[in-house]
């Protein structure tokens, strides 16, 4: 089921009143569609931050409620201060049924490497991939298991298994996730740890 999100149609453009508008506490905000097919919004900012939190930066469809009518889209991109980090402008992509979407969705490891437990360190190469996707089989995110990754192993585009009907447009080869070998200082406490429990005790050699 889609989340809802009010919004409400803008009058204003140009520097000086997009300003006063964010002053206000609105954020100005575009509902993108097929050619010219382009609608101004704007969306107050506490609402949309809350919205944010309950669906956790996940990608997924939305139901815009504007002067009575509905539209189910998804966000395309959200542009932020540099220094504070909030919204200052969204846009938004209409999901027309039966036609493919290209989304940009977070990627989320999931368990613990057993590369890590030997001292390794996970490198979380890309953390966002492209898909191309009808908006019925839309996913929120792509969940990767990296449990089984040793020291020195990597999972790149080619090894995800998902859907038939979901396109990743990243090439390939590229890396997503790696388990770097560990720091020289990080192995020979590994190796002096794994020896203590190896060795006798004085007790036990008395014994």
């Known amino acids: 089921m889609a989340r809802v999100l009010k919004v409400e149609k803008r009058e204003e453009f140009g520097t000086s009143r997009v300003k006063k508008l964010r002053k206000s506490g ?6 993108y569609g097929h050619a010219g097919e382009n609608y101004p919004v704007k969306i107050n900012l506490k609402d949309f931050q809350h919205f944010l939190a309950e669906i956790h930066g996940e990608t997924q469809l939305i139901t815009l409620k504007m002067d009575g009518e509905e539209k189910q889209v998804f966000i395309k991109e959200i542009q932020r201060d540099p220094l504070y980090g909030r919204p200052i402008h969204v846009d938004f992509q209409i999901a027309y049924a039966g036609e493919k979407i290209e989304l940009t969705v977070p990627v989320v490891l999931k368990g613990e490497a057993k590369g890590v437990k030997l001292g390794g360190v996970v490198d979380f190469i890309t953390r966002e991939l492209t898909i191309y996707v009808l908006p019925s089989k839309s996913i929120p995110h792509i969940e990767i298991d990296i449990t089984d990754l040793g020291v020195g192993d990597s999972i790149h585009v080619r090894d995800l298994k998902l859907d038939p009907d979901i396109e ?13 070998a ?10 002096e740890e794994a020896a203590g429990e190896a060795a006798p005790s004085e007790e036990a050699e008395s014994e």
């Open 26 to 31: 609105y954020i100005p905000g575009v509902i």
């Open 168 to 180: 990743i447009l990243e090439p390939p080869d590229t890396p997503i996730v790696s388990i770097l």
């Open 182 to 191: 560990p720091k020289k200082g990080a192995v020979e406490e590994v190796s």
